[in-house]
């Protein structure tokens, strides 16, 4: 039976550790700013499923106790800090922490060495060109595997202006994109 209920002691220990942790979650988020939960890179993403697993530990059982889950919240949020003042000081440290963007699709066609490398199948390929209501696989300027392991789909429709190679800076396989004429 102690699987489904509880006393009201234990009830209220939630509580009172959900309510703290939610405080200093917010505390320590607008310290950090909006970075602490975007999805930038890899390593941001971890820290983001490490908060979480330290707030879950910390509501739901007396051990760690309280203060320790608030010091390492407070931890992860430096480290956080730490990894993204060094990335943007540093081109080594940069390229240790991140991936690389990678050029998956160019010119309405599938870059399948590219896309092993990635890891990306063509379903999911597929997949986001249809979220980005591509149509005809003509349309499609490229696609790029991104850092965060998200697919960015860059296309236009009839008329549109063609892609500018400047957004593909830094990307892999960059020099297999050709910008296309204007059709009308």
Known sequence: MEWIVSSPRPLMMVIITAAAMYLSLIVMT?????????????FDFAVTVSIGSVLASVILAPDPPLVQG????AALFVLQMGVATLRVHSDLFEGSTNNKPRLIMANGE???DQMAKAKITE??????????????????????????????????????????????????????????????
């Open 70 to 73: 608030i010091v390492a919240l």
């Open 123 to 184: 379903n999911d390929l597929l997949g986001k060109l249809r979220e980005a209501n591509v149509l005809d696989f003509s349309q499609v300027d490229a696609a790029v595997a991104e850092t965060t392991g998200d697919i960015s789909v860059l296309h236009r429709q009839r008329g549109d202006a063609p892609l500018a190679a400047s957004l593909l800076k830094g990307v892999l396989a960059a020099d297999r994109y050709h910008p296309r004429p204007v059709v009308n």
């Open 110 to 112: 599938m870059l399948r």
């Open 30 to 42: 607008r310290l950090a700013g909006v970075r602490s939960f975007s999805k930038m890179s890899g």
